[in-house]
């Protein structure tokens, strides 16, 4: 078998497949029957093939409608199959859909989430430098407040060895005065707070 093309105004198609579809055949159908129609002279009863088989043209086109329409309820069939599994496609794609905006969605949800917990760590780093830098700040003056402490220990025992030796010294001075008073001749007149106590001013005029 071989194809043959040709060039047709848009018109002459239409009208084809009118005619085709009135005959319940394809287009390329109606047109082989119409060349073996223009090609079959007066008298011929026959067509010769190019196989050397003569079968009748009514015949010819008899078993290939006959063909053709079991050719045509295969595809009918392949058709509803195709239909179905479109059908199924089209539900797991709605499926996927669902899924991917569900995905999309919770993306989202994170990537709002991550960010609030970028910003919340940069805000808490932050803080912990600030903490630190106070925390440092403070060590600087508890060293030098300990600094002072000790200073200040060392001067408050200073203090106290210098009050320790004035102690000792002004109880040295008072056994050295108690001693001096004892040696003190016995007829030395009385103090004047200790006549005025004892009234003895009127004896020491």
């Not at 010819?60 to 199924?88: C, F, N, P």
Request: a negative charge; charged letters at 35%.
């Amino acid at each position: 078998m071989q194809r043959v093309y040709a060039v047709v105004r848009e018109e002459i198609v239409h009208l084809i497949d009118d005619r085709a579809k009135m005959m319940g055949i394809t287009r390329s159908l109606w047109i082989s029957k119409a060349i073996d129609s223009f090609l079959q002279l007066p008298g011929d009863d026959r067509i010769t093939s190019g196989d050397d088989k003569n079968t009748s043209g009514d015949d010819r086109i008899t078993q290939e409608v006959t063909t053709l329409k079991a050719k045509l309820d295969e595809s009918i069939a392949e058709a509803d199959h195709l239909r179905g599994d479109l059908l199924v496609k089209e539900g797991d794609l709605a499926k996927l859909k669902t899924d991917a905006e569900l995905k999309w969605r919770e993306t989202t949800q994170l990537r709002a989430e991550i960010s609030q917990a970028q910003r919340e760590l940069e805000t808490a780093r932050n803080k912990a430098e600030t903490l630190q830098t106070e925390l440092d700040k403070k060590r600087d003056e508890t060293e030098q407040a300990h600094s002072k402490a000790e200073a200040l220990q060392k001067d408050l025992a200073h203090y106290q060895d210098t009050v320790r030796l004035k102690d000792q010294h002004i109880s040295f001075l008072e056994a050295t005065v108690h001693q001096a008073l004892e040696k003190l001749p016995k007829a030395l007149p009385p103090s004047e707070e200790e006549a005025k106590a004892k009234h003895w001013w009127q004896f020491w005029k």
